[in-house]
């Protein structure tokens, strides 16, 4: 049994394989694109009232940094983050 853990994320792998080691690897990359994308979820609500019906802007910078803008549809305040 092998174990992987990548940002919080605990994954179990039973193989009895050559290429274990590059499974690992792939498990792993995806776990990460992964809690990247549920983290992009989290960030997609009004900070106001919680509403998901907002629309979100990401404006990227450097270094993968961005900042966001979210216009609520639901209350109609807009905020920064
Ligand atoms: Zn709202």
Redesign the pocket.
Known sequence: MERVNNQGITIDVSANTSDLEEKLRVIAKHATALADDLKKLDEEK?L????KE?EVTRAYGDNDRYEIAIT?F????GSHE
């Open positions: 009004c106001e009232c919680g509403s907002v609520c639901n209350c109609g305040i």
